[in-house]
């Protein structure tokens, strides 16, 4: 099922190029099918985004219907059971409480007397969440996306999630609850990406849309990319553990287990310099997968994009894994922390062997929004600063301008820019244009 190959092995390049370039490329045809989407709903608004409701998630929309009443709203949550929802409760407070470590002020800076410089941090007015829905619900999604949009200070959240029979799933209805969302569509797919971008008769234009979903959801954000903000083209979920003598291969085949079950391009890599725990991890997957519900959904990802690399030591796994640039990394050794010291590239690191991915995904506290496919060698998590922009802010009194102008005005003529340095000369010379 999952082969044991060494760093050293011929193959291995291959193998690393076949994992990594999983799910990278867009196909063609569903490119060409999300841009006709996109396009379509940009040009016909709600009529083309009820056309594609009907026909993907069938059910019919109106104007009307297109957003959850109060009512609705109301009674779903209603029936989450009070132990689930003082779980989503406790884990909401636990989010709350790591990103509001994250907020970051305004500033200005008087550097001399007539020089103020600084920067202005203001929220983005409109954020658009997309919560995956269909066969399952994610409000762990929900909590992750509005909790630090809200603590940015954000004013008008819209959430989308699509749903199969026209209500909103009771998990969803809570999590908005208590993140205060109470404009919620019953949309999903490419033409919820492509309305919340373009804005339509029901469906408000928004200045970010984060959250992820599937291949279609990912092709349409980044094809709205430049028109709205997004936080990351989302791709299939991976894990990678660093794991020494001192791990147990039952947690180790357990925690590979818990993202190749996610879907089929999902990845699963074990790096290890100990041949005997390679060994023991390969059978224990084998058991173990007996037993999983998603079977068959886990073995063709392991199959397919699964590995158990054997490394020289612990420092060539450590130089493995920055070049994987994993979505989420286990270090399961007998010293973490020292190991923590050479990771450069990952969207998340779980240390020891008592913090396991999964209580990330759920109630840790940190955001489970994270960068794939190797894209956290440049990009983070999801997080308060994902929902502010900057703003540069300049003051100068006539003596500094003398002091910096005449280099300023220089600067525009090497550019070729002489209206700018013009700009600049005048006011020196205290002349009118």
Not at 104 to 124: D, F, H, M, N
Not at 293 to 315: H, K, Y
Not at 342 to 354: E, K, P, Q, T
Request: contains cysteine; hydrophobic residues 45%; charged residues 25%.
């Amino acid at each position: 099922m999952m082969n044991i190959v060494k760093t050293t092995d011929s193959d291995f390049e291959a193998l690393y190029r076949r994992i990594t370039g999983r799910g990278r490329v867009f196909d063609e045809e569903l490119w060409k099918v999300v841009k006709g989407i996109v396009e379509d709903v940009a040009r016909r608004g709600d009529e083309a985004l009820f056309d594609y409701t009907r026909r993907f998630d069938g059910h019919i929309l109106t104007a009307q219907t297109v957003a959850v009443s109060e009512g609705e709203l109301e009674e779903a949550a209603a029936r989450v059971e009070g132990p689930d929802l003082a779980i989503l409760q406790q884990a909401a407070q636990r989010i709350e409480a790591f990103h509001r470590h994250q907020i970051a002020e305004s500033w200005t800076v008087s550097e001399k007397p007539g020089s103020t410089l600084g920067q202005r941090i203001i929220p983005l007015e409109r954020v658009g969440i997309y919560a995956p829905g269909g066969s399952a619900s994610y409000p762990s999604t929900v909590l992750m996306a509005a909790i630090p949009a809200r603590l940015a200070g954000v004013e008008e959240l819209f959430l989308v999630n699509p749903s199969r029979d026209g209500k909103i799933s009771p998990l969803i209805a809570a999590a908005a609850k208590l993140c205060g969302i109470r404009r919620i569509f019953k949309i999903g797919g490419a033409q919820a990406v492509a309305a919340l971008a373009y804005g339509t008769e029901a469906i408000p234009r928004v200045d970010k849309i984060v959250g992820p979903g599937n291949a279609y959801v990912a092709a349409a954000k980044k094809m709205v990319f430049g028109q709205v903000s997004i936080d990351m083209i989302a791709g299939p979920s991976e894990i990678l553990v660093i794991a020494d003598s001192s791990a147990q291969p039952s947690l180790v085949a357990a925690d590979l287990l818990s993202q190749a079950e996610h879907d089929e391009m999902a990845s699963a890599v074990l790096l290890t310099p100990d041949d005997v725990l390679a060994r023991a991890v390969s059978a224990e997957l084998e058991r173990q997968l007996e037993n999983l519900p998603r079977r068959a959904i886990a073995q063709r990802s392991l199959e397919a994009f699964g590995a158990i690399l054997v490394t020289e030591n612990l420092d060539e796994a450590v130089a493995v894994a920055n070049r994987f640039a994993p979505e989420h990394l286990e270090l399961m050794v007998k010293d973490p922390w020292n190991l923590l010291e050479g990771i450069r590239h990952a969207g998340a690191v779980f240390l020891g062997s008592y913090t396991p991915e999964a209580v990330g995904d759920y109630i840790a506290g940190p955001n489970h929004v994270l960068p794939t496919g190797g894209t956290a060698r440049f990009s983070s998590a999801l997080g308060v600063y994902d929902f502010v922009k900057r703003i540069s802010v300049l003051s100068l009194s006539r003596e500094v301008l003398e002091e910096y102008g005449p280099q300023a005005a220089r600067f525009a003529h090497l550019e070729g820019l002489d209206a700018h340095g013009k700009s600049i000369s005048l006011r020196l010379a205290g002349k009118n244009p």
